[in-house]
């Protein structure tokens, strides 16, 4: 079912989405060569705890996922892209992190992601983030009242295909409320005047992510973390943000 928040209800989901900004900017303040991604997760388990704010992910267990997650970050390095299940590794020189993160503040959640180069980088690593950044970019702005979901999975893709780069759809944006996932899908791809008509209250995650020479992925023995197949690396960007007459809110901003 899909929910359409109130302009009040939209003001009360403002700090969820701020916390959720504060704490992905602190958590890539502090990745660097030899930290340890169980390190990244303490951190942002403090700032929770600090907040008095709840973790969407501890306690989650899909019906994709082979236990409950158990950890408060996604934290995927390199061919890991998506689900990335915290673990004892240190960070090493051109690593390629993703950091995805939901949180609950006073019963509303946020959901937001960013990929980051560690020490010296891969150019190709840089284009790819640069281009999931656009892809981002472009699907915010087709989030407007009276364009259609399609739209914004079109915008997304079209980006991509700008790069010769290929479109997992399995996972993608979604809605969100009271709880991390909820309707509507927000495919990365798709064809535009398709699927739900957006409409002002509509609350939702936006989130492309890429492979360099792949759309396929398999689950590692982890039994979460989402892996290319070939070993080529991904990145992933992710906002929350809220459809409204003025235009697209972003709700997890980062300063």
């Known amino acids: 079912m899909i929910e359409l928040r109130t302009p009040t209800q939209i003001e009360q989901m ?9 704490v992905l900017t602190a958590l890539r303040e502090h990745a660097a060569v030899g930290v340890n991604l169980l390190e990244l997760d303490e951190l942002a388990h403090k700032m929770i705890k600090d907040r008095g704010a709840e973790s969407c992910y501890i306690d989650y267990h899909p019906t994709f996922g082979a236990m409950p997650f158990g950890k408060v970050l996604c934290t995927s390095v390199n061919d890991g892209v998506l689900h990335g299940l915290p673990f004892d590794y240190k960070l090493q020189d051109g690593d390629l992190l993703s950091v995805d993160f939901a949180a609950s503040v006073d019963g509303w959640v946020a959901d937001s992601a960013l990929s980051v180069v560690v020490g010296t980088p891969r150019q190709e690593d840089l284009d790819l983030i640069e281009t999931t950044t656009r892809a981002l970019a472009a699907g915010i702005d087709a989030a407007r009242v009276g364009n259609k979901i399609g739209d914004i999975s079109h915008a997304i893709a079209s980006v991509a295909r700008e790069k010769g780069l ?17 309707d509507p899908h927000i495919a990365n791809d798709g064809r535009p005047g398709r699927g739900f008509k957006l409409q002002p209250g509509l609350v939702i995650a936006i989130e492309p992510w890429f492979l360099h020479t792949t759309d396929e992925i398999f689950t590692d023995p982890d039994g979460w973390t989402l892996r290319s197949a070939d070993g080529s690396r991904g990145a992933h960007m992710e906002h929350t943000i809220a459809v409204t007459e003025d235009g697209p809110l972003i709700l997890t901003a980062r300063d």
Do not use: E, S, Y
């Open 166 to 182: 290929k479109i997992n759809t399995q996972f993608g944006g979604h809605g969100v409320g009271r709880t991390m996932h909820g």
């Open 14 to 22: 403002k700090p969820a989405g701020r916390f959720v900004a504060d």
